[in-house]
């Protein structure tokens, strides 16, 4: 019978990757959508003396983007961010996700600093808690602190305007 | 004319791999020894088709036929000839048609050297072979046929070649790859022989053992080039990424370590049959599966899978074909493979396994942290990576005990051994790699984290290990000269690792890299030394322009070399490339790449101090040194 494993765990992975020729997994269901952001409290990349915790998500429209410096898609997402991040005043907060402090400084002293904050994961606890699966990941948080979308891999423009414009444009206006 | 000769060609090698396993296997149900035999003359002819048409395409590439819909697309008038030549593996189709053409002349070397093999045994090998052969061509003719025409209106010039990929690492990169990759095709046609015979009573495992060495070295180059390549060329200055196109390749390489391990297992000690035959048949598998991902167009473009969704289709569909049933064989006839043979505690043979074990799970890890990302990819086209905090975190601690044992096995002998005795052997050589992986860092280094001592330890540890077999080794036999070629193949293998961790370990703790605003005549010190920005002026190339920066480097006041990074703009295509200044040394690199020139004056640019970096690339050289040498010994047997 033991025999028959290799085969099994072969046909397995064949029939995952068929299958998943028809699944959107876009849209994968976050459990954390419509409850409060998770509490942490970690230093920032730009003053490592200085915690922040989820409070600082309280009162404004938050997007929080999930980055880090050994990952190619932010390196190429991070534009896409400087661009958005002043054309449509966002609250964006970075986090810094498994990652060296010195090497995250000097990226962003190189190529700009499109977050008003970047909270600095070393030990990747936050992005435990909110259960990311890789970078980059971005989560919109809405006036009270409430997680309301959660969007895996990098932002395109054109679902910038589509999905998540509006819905941040919706919960600025306090629907 | 050619264009038509090389299509042509092709269709017939397809009609004789379709001969190649229907008549012998015909044979084989009917016992008839004159169709058996068939197999042979067959296997020759189509790759002598094979290679005709490789030469049609070749010689459409070198007379700048851009009528050939492929040629225009890959090739340029104004090319070198050597890019020109390595043009034709530049794209999908070309690639496809490397790899059958290299397919075929394993199975030609097969055919002409193996004839003392067993006719039956021979014949199995051979329709498995052709059986292969056949898909891809059919995949290659219905799917990538290189020979296209653009006609009546066909350009007068053909596209430029990616300048990336205008580099001597990539002229010799992929046919050194896909010599590796394909060649694992040999260990599987036998392995599946074997199981289809039944008969445990056949060396197979003396049969594969050369034939598994030499494709893993011819692998082991490969990607070893690919990733001085990615360091030069890229100019980020890193040498491994875990990227997926990396990760295709490493999966069937640390499996085929394995492989090469219970190979010996089999050949000597007749155990773990079952064990071997399966890591062949899953050797061969990542092999397809690399080929799966790398040519499907899953990698290079989300979108070109989308847009002809009947290549990966048809790949995934043969891949499942090939390994399904390969692995349908196996779970039928396995059970003769097994015996009960008591294998002591303490042995050599437990060393072995344990090793193999532990390099299985770091290859299914690998795998499971390559798909994700792809099939996630694939479908949304959204990039996501796992990045190498996954790979590793699931990688490293799996090689630590792999380490341990390396001098451990070759130490102890075959069956039963007193542990206190191995460990008596060791001794000094443990004191010696402890003392010197604390030592040294104190001597030359400011910081010595413990992840240096672990990596420093384990290298020296199977340096010195290694050493003491050798020396062992020469005082039975009397001399150096009494040293057999697979006892010298394992000492460079091994001593080859190690090297290879000490590189990996030294430059990810030691490194230094700045990525600064600099300005002209300004001077940044990096370790011990000093980097002056000299001078600045503009170049124009064949086909681009740019700025070249002069760097002085000194060390102590002495001036040790001028580095001159460029920045160049490929006209045509408008792509910005950065061409890298190293200035190399067997303990450090200086490494210099100029970013963009900055608003406020100056040019950002990355200055890295990179030591023992070579030592990556001279380990792996060891390593496919020692499998060479390990083959040709085999071979003389």
């Known amino acids: 019978m033991r025999y028959l494993l290799p085969l099994c765990l072969f046909l397995a992975l064949g029939g995952f990757l068929w299958k998943g020729l028809d699944v959107n997994p876009k849209e994968i269901p976050s459990a954390l959508v419509g409850h409060p952001a998770p509490h942490f409290a970690l230093a920032t990349v730009e003053d490592p003396h200085r915690f922040v915790t989820e409070q600082i998500f309280m009162g404004k429209v938050t997007v929080l983007n999930i980055w880090a410096t050994w990952c190619v898609s932010c390196k190429a997402e991070h534009a896409v961010w400087m661009d958005l991040a002043i054309k449509y005043n966002l609250f964006l907060v970075g986090v810094n996700y498994h990652d060296d402090l010195k090497m995250a400084q000097q990226w962003l002293k190189a190529v700009g600093n499109p977050y008003v904050i970047c909270i600095f994961d070393e030990a990747g606890k936050l992005g435990l808690d909110y259960g990311v699966y890789g970078t980059p990941e971005t989560f919109i948080i809405d006036k009270a602190g409430v997680i309301r979308y959660r969007h895996v891999g990098s932002i395109d423009t054109q679902h910038w305007h589509s999905t998540l414009l509006p819905l941040i444009a919706s919960l600025e206006n306090g629907v | 004319m050619m264009p038509e000769l090389g299509l042509f060609s092709l269709i017939l090698a397809l009609c004789l791999a379709g001969l190649q396993w229907f008549l012998p296997g015909l044979g084989l149900l009917k016992h008839n020894t004159f169709w058996m035999q068939s197999a042979r003359p067959i296997a020759l002819g189509q790759s002598f088709f094979i290679s005709v048409s490789f030469l049609c395409l070749l010689y459409a590439f070198v007379q700048d036929d851009f ?240 847009n002809d969704p009947k290549r990966g289709i048809f790949l995934l569909e043969f891949l499942l074909v090939v390994v399904g049933a390969a692995l349908t064989l196996y779970s039928f006839r396995a059970k003769k493979f097994t015996n009960n043979t008591k294998i002591y505690l303490i042995s050599r043979e437990t060393a072995i396994v344990i090793s193999t074990i532990f390099l299985v799970v770091s290859g299914a890890a690998i795998l499971l942290g390559t798909l994700f990302p792809l099939v996630f990819d694939a479908l949304t086209n959204q990039k996501l990576s796992v990045g190498f905090p996954y790979f590793n975190a699931v990688f490293i601690p799996f090689m630590i005990p792999v380490l341990l044992l390396m001098p451990l096995g070759p ?212 390593m496919a040194l020692g499998g060479f040498f390990s083959a040709w010994g085999r071979w003389l047997k």
């Open chain 2, 67 to 306: 009528s050939v819909s492929y040629v225009a697309h890959h090739s340029n008038a104004s090319l070198p000839l050597v890019y020109k030549i390595s043009a034709l593996w530049g794209g999908h189709e070309g690639s496809l048609l490397l790899w059958i053409f290299l397919l075929s002349g394993w199975t030609t070397t097969v055919s002409l050297t193996q004839r003392h093999l067993p006719r039956p045994f021979l014949t199995r090998v051979l329709i498995v072979l052709g059986m292969i052969s056949f898909g891809f061509l059919l995949f290659l003719l219905a799917t990538s046929n290189p020979f296209v025409r653009l006609l009546p209106n066909y350009p007068v010039d053909g596209r430029d070649l990616n300048p990336l990929l205008q580099d001597f690492g990539l002229i010799i990169h992929p046919p050194l790859l896909y010599m590796g990759y394909v060649g694992f095709a040999i260990p599987f046609a036998f392995a599946i022989s074997t199981l289809w015979g039944g008969d445990r009573s056949l060396p197979f495992a003396k049969w594969m053992r050369s034939w598994t060495l030499l494709a893993f070295s011819f692998l082991t180059i490969g990607i070893a080039l690919g990733s001085w390549w990615a360091y030069y060329e890229l100019g980020w200055g890193g040498w491994w990424f875990w990227d997926p196109v990396e990760n295709a390749s490493f999966m069937p390489w640390i499996v085929a370590i394995a492989l090469i391990h219970t190979l010996m297992l089999s050949d000597k000690r007749q155990i773990f049959h079952g064990w071997t035959l399966l890591l062949a048949i899953v050797v061969f598998a990542l092999s397809l599966l690399g080929t799966f991902l790398v040519r499907s167009g899953v990698l290079t473009s989300v979108h070109a899978f989308a």
């Open chain 2, 411 to 622: 130490l102890s002998q075959w069956g039963h051994n007193v542990l206190g005795l191995v460990f008596k052997k060791l001794t000094w050589t443990l004191i010696f790699a402890l003392f010197l992986a604390v030592g040294l860092p104190l001597l030359f280094a400011e910081t010595v984290p413990l992840g240096v001592v672990t990596g420093l330890g384990l290298g020296l540890w199977v340096i010195l290990g290694t050493l003491k077999w050798l020396f062992d080794k020469i005082q039975i036999k009397g001399s150096v000269m009494g040293l057999s070629k697979g006892a010298l193949g394992m000492f460079f293998a091994h001593t080859g690792i190690a090297v290879l961790v000490i590189g990996v370990t030294l430059v990810s703790y030691y490194q230094i890299e700045r990525e600064v605003a600099i300005t002209l005549h300004q001077s940044l010190d990096i370790s011990n030394y000093k980097i002056i920005f000299e001078d600045l002026k503009p170049i124009e190339g064949a086909n681009y322009i740019g700025s070249q920066g002069h760097f002085l480097v000194f060390k102590q006041g002495k001036r040790e070399a001028d580095l001159f990074p460029e920045k160049r703009i490929f006209v045509v295509q408008g792509l910005r490339m950065t061409e890298t200044a190293i200035d190399p040394g067997f303990f450090r690199d200086i490494y210099i790449s100029l970013g963009e020139p900055l608003k406020e004056g100056g040019w950002s640019a990355r200055i890295y101090y990179k030591p023992f970096v070579r030592w990556i690339w001279l380990g792996a050289l060891m």
